[in-house]
């Protein structure tokens, strides 16, 4: 035993125990170092105040260290047979801090309430929804101020990619209406069960206010999501359709003060408000 934390040993002990196979289809990558784990929690800053939330706890190698650091954990997991086991590990290797732990079986993507508003959100995210659940989660959750989540390497240079950048897109514009999202770390393959074919990234958010505008939030990521369909092609040719015509979609740019010959990957998220409002408000 580990200071309560999960070893090699204990993750394949306690997968035999539940006759646990990890599939792909939900991402599951465990980890087994509680190095790691311990690295993570410290790089969330959390204090004994904190309300975490957690998304795909797995088998509880991070809910137990989260446990150790803030008042309570409110774990999201969408496979009946860990959100069961979860409860039990805990108390097994926990029990000071059992009671700490909420455990919501559910998709995480689906999830519109917890019965605490949490104060941050520290996660190993499922690699093949990671973006949509960290998207879901700043625009269901208001109240978190920061958060840490671990993610697939690539999906980590996107989150955090500014203007310019070759990983700048969707993920990267979306997130920062809500965020500014830093790069802190790279976790190696070698400290999860099964081992995946890519690196991890840490990813830090810091929750911010959204741009002032009097677009919405749906008209801005529209303008996002057509900037982007096409990548090399034009603002006035990209944003056509949204806007009825290329030259309709020139003249929005340039009201916003913009060059209609630009293309996304040069924009900021207050410049994409600024042409939702002169597409949608004008």
């Not at 200071?3 to 539940?18: C, I, N």
């Not at 792909?24 to 509680?34: E, H, I, L, M, S």
Request: charged share 20%.
């Amino acid at each position: 035993m580990t200071g309560g934390l999960l070893d090699p040993t204990a993750v394949r002990e306690l997968a035999s125990q539940l006759g646990l196979r990890p599939t792909k289809q939900r991402g599951q990558n465990f980890v087994t170092d509680a190095n790691t784990v311990r690295r993570i929690v410290a790089a969330a800053q959390l204090t004994e105040d904190d309300i975490v939330l957690e998304v795909g706890p797995g088998l509880g190698s991070l809910t137990l260290g989260l446990l150790q650091a803030a008042r309570q954990v409110i774990a999201i997991e969408i496979d009946d047979l860990l959100a069961a086991q979860l409860p039990d590990t805990v108390a097994a290797r926990l029990p000071e801090r059992a009671a700490a732990l909420t455990v919501i079986k559910a998709d995480a993507l689906r999830v519109d309430a917890v019965p605490e508003a949490p104060t941050a959100v520290v996660a190993n995210l499922p690699y093949n929804v990671a973006v949509p659940v960290l998207l879901h989660l700043l625009a269901t959750f208001d109240g978190w101020s920061r958060g840490l989540v671990m993610v697939q390497a690539e999906v980590a240079d996107r989150l955090a990619a500014g203007p310019g950048s070759k990983t700048y897109g969707v993920p990267s514009v979306k997130v920062a209406w809500y965020a500014a999202a830093k790069r802190v770390g790279t976790v190696s393959p070698t400290v999860f069960w099964p081992v995946p074919n890519v690196e991890s990234g840490l990813v830090a958010i810091n929750r911010r206010l959204p741009p002032e505008t009097t677009a919405t939030r749906d008209q801005v990521f529209a303008v996002v999501d057509a900037a982007f369909a096409q990548r090399r092609k034009m603002l006035r040719s990209a944003l056509a359709g949204l806007s009825g015509s290329p030259a309709l979609a020139s003249a929005a740019v340039v009201a916003a003060g913009l060059d209609p010959k630009a293309r996304g990957e040069t924009l900021y998220i207050t410049d994409f408000a600024r042409i939702a409002e002169q597409i949608f408000l004008s």
